[in-house]
């Protein structure tokens, strides 16, 4: 039972300073885009939190890995 599991980063939060950050854009605009975002996952029935998103579907939505 002690074998090695290969550890994921788990995603974090952004917040409305680091996605503005990332996409270059004022903090106002980074909050339209965390609620755009949040209304998405609230719409699968996903659990939110206001102002902030989770980084991994925010980075599959903005930042598409390269086929």
Request: charged fraction near 35%; aromatic fraction near 6%.
């Amino acid at each position: 039972m002690d074998e090695k599991v290969a550890k994921t980063p788990r995603p974090h939060m952004l917040d409305a300073d680091e996605v503005a950050e990332l996409l270059r854009i004022k903090k106002g605009s980074a909050y339209e885009v965390i609620r755009k975002i949040n209304a998405e996952q609230q719409a699968r029935g996903r659990v939110v939190i206001r102002g902030r998103v989770r980084s991994d579907v925010f980075d599959a939505l903005y930042f598409p890995e390269a086929d």
